[in-house]
């Protein structure tokens, strides 16, 4: 089968893990959009892998996974903390910067 | 001619379509929960579609570390900041969701028309590459030799993360913390200045009927302890007060016995008799040898 196929798919899942950052408020949200992201990233070095005939592409599916699985840890102990300080995990009450 | 459908396209055309259906009910479902789950079904889809590229190795890892262990603290993190959050659908910047639709829409066909025929020839497919070791040996040959330095630092990434959480999720302290030998000096002092008793607390609960918290436990004399319930559940107002309440059982159950005991005297041999028995037995055992 056509691998341009998998190519397109990791681009729909891509292109909708970037709608779903810029449209969504909850923070949450906004984050599993970055791992469908990183999903369809990882889709696309697999088939990558395959095309190519050899295992590096899925080598850095893996790190892809491995980062991912750290930052989670590290973005949602971040969001947890803003949620105490201001009581909201909407993206748009973190503004104390703003002035 | 018939076209060729192998497995990989059988589970492309399945599994692919969930995925971009998941994903669009991920970004436009209210409650984050159902979010959640959309993106749990779009990762074990991504994971078939792995399976079907010929990476076992990635198919279980996905799984393993996707849909088990990242989603799990998603939902997690859902449970402590309140899971009936739901997204107000309030536009904060005015035209940000068209323009963020219109921008996603040009996104995604210069992604198809630049990538996505970017590959004009056919699979090799991995046969050769993993050759007879397997797919994770052969993967584990790579990553021992030539990714060896990248490996040692997701290693470093890995600890500096789980530091990182442990720092940012520990709340502030209010005020120190009382340990053993405070609450020592402290429970002494409290003993000589008011009298108060320096040894722990009564435990809650009617001897053999009921050891639940909000069962006050009862004094010898029959009335109830005040220092054996919790005094946020006194305040709360499901603590059972009425002594009688808590005696009746017992008071039935005694008079159960008493009653037992009247029906049967004189059927049953008392406990004078047994012993008055006891000891003819003994006696004839005596006389026989």
Known sequence: ?????????????????????LVRRNAIIAFMSI???????NLSLATFA?????????????????????EVVVGLAIIVTIFRTRRSASVDDENLLKH | MIPLVTAQAVAFWVLGPLTVIAGIGMVTSRKPVHSALC?????????????SLDAPFLF????????GAVMMLFVFTMMVIGIDTVDEMIETIKGQRIAAIVGVVGLLALL??????????????????????????????LVFSKYVFPFEATAALLITA???????????????KERQPERIVRRTKEFGELGTQPGPLPNPGVYARHNSVDNPSLLPDGSIAEDSIIPTLADRGI???????????????????????????????SDEQIASDKADENGTKEVNR
């Open chain 1, 35 to 41: 791992e469908l992201m990183l999903n369809a990233a």
């Open chain 1, 1 to 21: 089968m056509n691998p341009n196929a998998f190519i397109i798919l990791s681009a729909i899942l891509f292109s909708i893990g970037v709608l779903g950052f």
């Open chain 2, 239 to 269: 603590v059972v007060v009425d002594r009688d309440r808590l005696v009746t059982p017992t008071m039935r159950a005694n008079k159960a016995i008493v009653d037992v005991r009247d029906d049967q005297k004189g059927v049953v041999p």
């Open chain 1, 50 to 70: 395959n095309v190519h005939g050899n295992l590096d592409g899925q080598i850095a599916a893996f790190f892809v996974m491995v980062v991912a699985a750290a």
């Open chain 2, 112 to 141: 198809i028309l630049a990538v996505g025929h970017g590959i004009v020839s056919d699979s090799v497919g991995l046969d050769q590459a993993v050759g007879t070791e397997g797919n994770v040996k052969s993967i584990a040959y």
């Open chain 2, 39 to 51: 993106l749990a079904g779009l990762m074990v889809c991504l994971a078939g579609l792995y399976a």
């Open chain 2, 162 to 176: 789980a530091l990182a959480a442990m720092v940012l999720a520990h709340g502030e302290q209010l005020f120190k």
């Open chain 2, 60 to 67: 279980v890892a996905q799984i393993i570390v996707y849909t």
